[in-house]
């Protein structure tokens, strides 16, 4: 059984996603496996990793320990798949936080908290999930150090094995709060835009920058030029897309791709979403599976391709 798992394998397609335990990427995993994938379900905590692929229950899909903010954890993972595998074809880069701290539990009622959201729109909604969080600056760190380094980081180290595959592909799980129209400076948006000049020390220089002026307080980060209202998310979502549009200039054997999931009900969003999990994931599932030879640099709306990251 096992010799015929190894050889399935072998020829099949390997994917692997981070933060794949509960949420979107959960069902990402689902959706890979379901079309015949070999999928490395990605957890920080191991024994969360391991339940969720016995409530997958697909005989394809394997779990592994990462913290994406932990070096020697993601060079554990490069390392356990180039001695199984030798490549990778697909990694999705989900793994994120909010980058705010809630002032409910995001597992706390969910059954009342939906019934209330039925009568909400998309507005009222996030208003909802602004009026539950809190920004610190604590916070904001960890989120950039996640969403951005964490995704970066886990990039590199797996580029060799995405190289090694015919095919590799990168999705960047990102957010429409990560494109440029969320930033109030034009200043910061040509610049976030401009990926022809833009390098990957000045974005390390604006991240830090975006920090100072977190820390110094709300009027300037507005004065600045920066997103309000979950703006250290918006920062590192956008930090994302232009790394992406970075690397996908700098790596054309490897196709590069962002994808917004939509407005989903997880524990991110304290499950204030108009779309299921599932149906989140297919959005991005969708711009995993594009055909050979497709774009790469770009921005998927749900599904759609964006004419520019504003
Ligand atoms: N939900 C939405 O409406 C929405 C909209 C736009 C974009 N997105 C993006 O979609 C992606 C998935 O979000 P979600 O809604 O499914 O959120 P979620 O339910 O909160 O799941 C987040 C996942 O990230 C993992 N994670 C956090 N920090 C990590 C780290 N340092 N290393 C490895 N894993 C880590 C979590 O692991 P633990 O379980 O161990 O905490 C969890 O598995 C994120 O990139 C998010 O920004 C979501």
Sequence with gaps: MEDAISTRRNTSKIALVTGGNRGIGLEVCRQL???????????????????????????????????????????????????????????????AVGGTVYLQDPVDDPVTREEN????????????????????????????????????????????????????RIVNVSSDFGLLRCFGGEDLRQELDDVGKLTEERLDELLDQFLKDFRAGNG???????????????????????YSRILAAKQPAVRVNCAHPGY?????????????PEE????????ALLPAGGVTGAFFEEGKELASFV
């Design 117 to 168: 959201f039925n009568f909400m729109d998309r507005y009222q909604r996030l208003e909802w999930l602004w009026r539950n969080s809190r920004e610190t600056y604590d916070a904001a760190k960890e989120c950039l150090k996640t969403n951005y380094y964490g995704t970066k980081h886990a990039i590199e180290a797996l580029l060799p094995l995405l190289k090694a595959s015919s095919d590799g």
């Design 264 to 276: 989903v009900k997880t524990d991110i969003t304290l499950h204030s979403g108009l779309l299921t």
């Design 280 to 287: 989140g994931a297919r959005n991005v599932v969708k711009v």
């Design 33 to 95: 496996a379901g079309n015949g994938i070999t999928v490395v379900l990605t957890a920080l905590d191991e024994k969360m990793g391991l339940e969720a692929v016995e409530k997958l229950n697909f005989s394809d899909v394997i779990s592994h320990q990462l913290d994406i903010t932990d070096a020697s954890s993601i060079a554990r993972l490069a390392d356990f798949l180039k001695t199984r595998f030798g490549k990778l074809d697909i990694l999705v880069n989900n793994a």
């Design 220 to 242: 300037v980060v507005e004065a600045r030029g920066w997103p309000v209202a979950f703006a250290a998310y918006k920062v590192s979502k956008a930090a994302v897309n232009a």
